[in-house]
């Protein structure tokens, strides 16, 4: 059974930094894109930040350019989001994904992962 298990959130101030990760389980991704999504209270989750098998290629929401970074390290099986200068318009519940497709890289797309986790929550307060 394939797993993505997000852990990391937390409840911050503005300014802090926090480090998610994404580790999975039953099957390995090394040649596989994974992204970042989140959701925040009542609004539609939305794209964050992806990265190719490789790591070569990152994509990021404009929102979050220059503040957070996508890694992956490949011997953990784990994909990182490092997210500094933290606001409170970054509280939501951020969800890992993962492409099924061999060397895919859907950046932004939703539809283009195939395998999700349950979500950490992120919570920033003013």
């Known amino acids: 059974q394939v797993q993505l298990l997000e852990s990391g959130g937390g409840l911050v101030q503005a300014g802090d930094s926090l480090r998610l990760s994404c580790a999975a389980s039953?099957?390995?991704?090394?040649?596989?894109?994974m992204a970042w999504f989140r959701q925040g209270p009542g609004k539609e989750r939305e794209f964050v930040a992806a990265?190719?098998?490789?790591?070569?290629?990152?994509d990021y929401a404009d929102s979050v350019k220059g503040r957070f970074t996508i890694s992956r390290d490949y011997a953990k099986k784990i994909v990182y989001l490092q997210m500094n200068t933290l606001k409170p318009e970054d509280t939501a519940v951020y969800f890992c994904?993962?492409?099924?497709?061999?060397?895919?890289?859907?950046?932004?797309?939703?539809?283009?992962?195939?395998?999700w986790g349950q979500g950490t929550q992120v919570t920033v307060s003013s």
């Open positions: 039953g099957r390995t991704f090394s040649n596989n894109a």
């Open positions: 990265i190719n098998w490789s790591g070569s290629r990152t």
């Open positions: 994904a993962a492409d099924g497709a061999y060397r895919g890289f859907p950046g932004a797309f939703e539809n283009g992962y195939d395998y």
